[in-house]
Structures are given as structure tokens and as C-alpha cells.
T-cell receptor
Framework: EDKVVQSPLSLVVHEGDTVTLNCSYEVTNFRSLLWYKQEKKAPTFLFMLTSSGIEKKSGRLSSILDKKELFSILNITATQTGDSAIYLCAVSFGGATNKLIFGTGTLLAVQP | GAVVSQHPSRVICKSGTSVKIECRSLDFQATTMFWYRQFPKQSLMLMATSNEGSKATYEQGVEKDKFLINHASLTLSTLTVTSAHPEDSSFYIC?????????FGPGTRLTVT
């Protein structure tokens, strides 16, 4: 069965802390792994990873994929209260349809 | 970036009625759109894949007669929740695929009373 698992399910930190969110997957015909941030509405795109070992960065956020061990991490440094959100990991797989399967999500709360 | 809209953003309906939700790609054409539902504090669950000009492909456990999907044009897909019940209350989100990435609509909050 194809699945994506995220950990931890929830996390509470203080402003300035660094956090690492985890995503592991088991799918057939892996294509890419995507990270999204969801606040009150629909998810907003953060990163798409297709190759192992190549870090992607955007400001204080970075992510890397390990296709051998089938996982990815999302790092957020110097966290701010605006980083509070649900972080979703999704894997694109399969044939032409290229559908996504989402992980359970990690609820991050950053306290002042 | 690509923009996807949904309408309505919020709807309240009575049990037994049907509700139609629209998903539009505003500045691009999408041959494939996806419909998800999300319960509170849970992740997105793929309901179906909507293909322009052909029947939708439903995920296991999703009733195709209850959740009718129509993808009549390259910019519009609709989801109709038929004979809605309170347990259908959820957040419904559509997305459109563009060159390997998916762009999400803002979602529709459905409440069935």
C-alpha cells in the first residue's frame, strides 16, 4: 500500500528555535516529493524534490531528499510565529496521472 | 504562478440537498484536476482525478454516485455532492496539475445541517 508518514504529528517551539520535520514514504514509481505549508486555507507550495542529496533552500527553510532511505526533511531555522502552520509532505507517483498522496501533516506552533 | 479558484468558498446546506463546487484554472489550461477533502486536523485525502472530456477516476472508498465530477472544459471542473448528509461536512480542495506541480484552489468549506 502506498503511504506517506510524517513525524512528529505536532510540535511546539519558541521563536528562534530550529525545527526539523520528517517525511518517509513507500510508493511505487516515485516521481517527486513536495512540501506544502497550510495555514487556514489551501496548501501553499514550498519545495519539490526529485533528486537525492540536493538541498533546496528558500530563506530560512530548506529541504533535502534521500531516495535510498525513502525520506525527506524540512528544516526551519530561526523560527517565527508566522511559521505556525500545518506542514504537509506529499509524494507524486504512478503513471501519467501524476497524482499526489499526502502525509498526515505536522502541526507546528511557534510561541513568542 | 498558476492561479486556481474555487466557488463558493463557504456553503451551508440542508441534509438531503445537493451542492455544486466549481474549480477553475484562471490563467492556464488544465487537462487534469484533482479533488481532495480534508477533515479537521487531518491531512488531505485524494477523492478523485478529473480528466477533461472523460470520466473521473475515483479513489477507493469514494462513492462516484454521491460525488459527481464533471470536467467539461480545460479550465473548469465541478464537484457535486448529492444528497448531502452531515458527515459530508468537510473542507473540499481542488488542484490543477501544471508540468509536474500541483496548484491548489483556496478550498470550499461545506457544512451540512
Amino acid at each position: 500500500e502506498d503511504k506517506v508518514v510524517q513525524s512528529p504529528l505536532s510540535l511546539v517551539v519558541h521563536e528562534g528555535d530550529t525545527v526539523t520535520l520528517n517525511c518517509s514514504y513507500e510508493v511505487t514509481n516515485f516521481r517527486s516529493l513536495l512540501w506544502y505549508k497550510q495555514e487556514k486555507k489551501a496548501p501553499t507550495f514550498l519545495f519539490m524534490l526529485t533528486s537525492s542529496g540536493i538541498e533546496k533552500k528558500s530563506g530560512r527553510l530548506s529541504s533535502i531528499l534521500d531516495k535510498k532511505e525513502l525520506f525527506s526533511i524540512l528544516n526551519i531555522t530561526a523560527t517565527q510565529t508566522g511559521d505556525s502552520a500545518i506542514y504537509l509532505c506529499a509524494v507524486s507517483f504512478g503513471g501519467a496521472t501524476n497524482k499526489l498522496i499526502f502525509g498526515t501533516g505536522t502541526l507546528l506552533a511557534v510561541q513568542p | 504562478g498558476a492561479v486556481v479558484s474555487q466557488h463558493p468558498s463557504r456553503v451551508i446546506c440542508k441534509s438531503g440537498t445537493s451542492v455544486k463546487i466549481e474549480c477553475r484554472s484562471l490563467d492556464f489550461q488544465a487537462t487534469t484536476m484533482f479533488w481532495y477533502r480534508q477533515f479537521p486536523k487531518q491531512s488531505l485525502m485524494l477523492m478523485a482525478t478529473s480528466n477533461e472530456g472523460s470520466k473521473a477516476t475515483y479513489e477507493q472508498g469514494v462513492e462516484k454516485d454521491k460525488f459527481l465530477i464533471n470536467h467539461a472544459s480545460l479550465t473548469l471542473s465541478t464537484l457535486t455532492v448529492t444528497s448531502a448528509h452531515p458527515e459530508d461536512s468537510s473542507f473540499y480542495i481542488c488542484s490543477a496539475r501544471v508540468i509536474g506541480e500541483q496548484y491548489f484552489g483556496p478550498g470550499t468549506r461545506l457544512t451540512v445541517t
